[in-house]
């Protein structure tokens, strides 16, 4: 498989919700993390595709991240998994082959959707500062499962460096200025 790049690499936003965020352990780092990210992924112009767990209970996406998906297809399920058949098209009409995953919760719907999306063939890349849960226990064994199953634990600022490949790339400075 190839390394992620711009043309084959697509953003997942798992169930980030106005309700369900309040309740997660390190919740405002994980926002500032994934507002990072996200930035990176609109200079790079990656897909970003957003599901939405059952948002009549839970609220929509919380605000420092809707700003994000004005033009992104977001999905409501009540299954658990991310994976669900709309977000599968949407990355096979994307021609993606590697996912950088961020959401809530990570033992539950991002483990239950990164198994699927595994053992669909994509390689998943999970800042582990974009993923959280309610209690920081359970946040770090789902991490540890996914990453026996094969998904990539990693960070913010390496998955962007990642994408870019070298200083050369014309989106370097942009992307090191999120950095800082």
């Known amino acids: 498989m190839k390394?992620?790049?711009e043309q084959n690499t697509a953003v997942i936003i798992v169930d980030i919700q106005e309700r369900l965020a309040p309740a997660i352990h390190k919740s405002g780092q994980l926002t500032d993390a994934c507002?990072?990210?996200l930035n990176g992924a609109r200079l790079l112009e990656l897909p970003i595709i957003t599901t939405e767990q059952y948002p009549r209970g839970?609220?929509?996406?919380?605000?420092?991240?809707?700003e994000f998906l004005s033009d992104v297809a977001?999905?409501?399920?009540?299954?658990?998994t991310y994976a669900i058949e709309p977000v599968?098209?949407?990355l096979s009409a994307n021609q993606v082959e590697h996912v950088i995953?961020?959401?809530m919760e990570t033992h539950i719907c991002v483990y239950q959707g990164t198994r699927a999306l595994l053992d669909a063939g994509y390689q998943v890349y999970l800042p582990q500062e974009c993923v959280g849960s309610r209690t920081e226990d359970n946040k770090a064994n789902g991490l540890s499962q996914m990453q026996r199953m094969g998904a990539?634990?990693?960070n913010?600022?390496?998955v962007l460096f990642d994408l870019i490949g070298s200083a050369g790339h014309p989106k370097f400075k942009e992307i090191s200025a999120l950095i800082k």
């Open 74 to 80: 977001t999905f409501e399920k009540k299954e658990f």
């Open 88 to 90: 599968l098209e949407a």
């Open 58 to 66: 839970l609220g929509p996406t919380i605000e420092p991240l809707r």
């Open 101 to 103: 995953v961020l959401g």
């Open 3 to 5: 390394r992620m790049n």
């Open 156 to 158: 913010v600022e390496t």
């Open 35 to 37: 507002v990072t990210l």
């Open 152 to 154: 990539v634990i990693t």
